[in-house]
């Protein structure tokens, strides 16, 4: 009788790792909020070869609402330079983002004085507590007909608790 045992509880002792494993796994909802302000890398440029050559980028912000109901209202959206210096509001006044939508903003690859350390801050905030914006940028850029393309996601640096 023994015998029979082992297999047994092998067998439950097995399946409750695989369900301990699997929840470490899955994704959860992030923490619903009425709103942040997320930092977000931009990068005018890159450098590549041993002689640091710079590759130019365009560069686009881009912000969607994952909320399947509420709408958001942006706040704020600035340019910050690699050393922190503001360059641009790129955001007038407030706009509101019906559920689900989506918004982007563009750094020409012309445009270089940001540097490879660049970013974006963006303010957000809601009536009710919503899913929080996926807010992201993606890069592109090509030299001597090779390509170049990456996103950075962005981080929230505050809470806004009103």
Known sequence: ???????????????VAILFASAGFSESL?????????YVPI???????DREQKV??????????????????ITG???YDSTGKLIRHYLRQPTTMKAM????????????????????????????PV????????MIGTKMQQGISFTSRGQVIEEHTD
């Open 1 to 15: 009788m023994t015998h029979l045992k082992r297999p047994i509880l092998q067998g439950l002792v097995f399946t």
């Open 30 to 38: 992030p923490a619903a909020s009425r709103g942040q302000t997320v």
């Open 43 to 49: 990068y005018s440029h890159v450098y590549g070869g």
């Open 56 to 73: 130019l980028l365009t560069a686009t912000l881009s912000i969607r609402n994952t909320d399947p109901v509420h709408a958001i209202t």
């Open 77 to 79: 959206v600035d340019y």
């Open 101 to 128: 939508a989506s918004v982007r903003y563009v750094v020409a690859e012309s445009d270089t004085i940001g540097g490879s350390g660049a970013s974006f801050v963006v303010m957000w905030n809601a009536v009710a």
């Open 131 to 138: 899913r929080p914006p996926l807010i992201e940028s993606v």
